[in-house]
Nanobody, 114 residues
Framework: QVQLVESGGGLVQAGGSLRLSCTASVSIISFSIYDMGWYRQAPGKQRELVARITNRGSTNYADSVAGRFTISGDNAKKTLYLQMNSLKPEDTAVYYC??????WGQGTQVTVSS
């Protein structure tokens, strides 16, 4: 059983920063922050990948956030992070944490004002 809880969302002005966290409550001994990622869904749009740590430990970013966002994690804390800098109004969305393309958190709202 895996439960993911996101936090850190909020309202920020354009150019500002936020740090999202996703903490996993798991009973899987082999759990790892590898194969975890962040997705987002804006109103009227499909959910899209923002950033991901692959099962080999490499990182992937959407072109729209590359150079501004950084994904990282702490295995001991079972926590995934997303540092978001130079935020833009188009980054406004609900941000979701995902594990192995199967488990999802409830989402955290990020709103960037212009």
């Amino acid at each position: 059983q895996v439960q993911l809880v996101e936090s850190g969302g909020g309202l920020v002005q354009a150019g500002g920063s936020l740090r999202l966290s996703c903490t996993a409550s798991v009973s899987i001994i082999s759990f790892s922050i590898y194969d975890m990622g962040w997705y987002r869904q804006a109103p009227g749009k499909q959910r899209e990948l923002v950033a991901r740590i692959t099962n080999r430990g490499s990182t992937n970013y959407a072109d729209s956030v590359a150079g501004r966002f950084t994904i990282s994690g702490d295995n001991a804390k079972k926590t995934l992070y997303l540092q978001m800098n130079s935020l833009k109004p188009e980054d406004t969305a609900v941000y979701y944490c995902n594990y192995i393309n199967r488990y999802w958190g409830q989402g955290t709202q990020v709103t960037v004002s212009s």
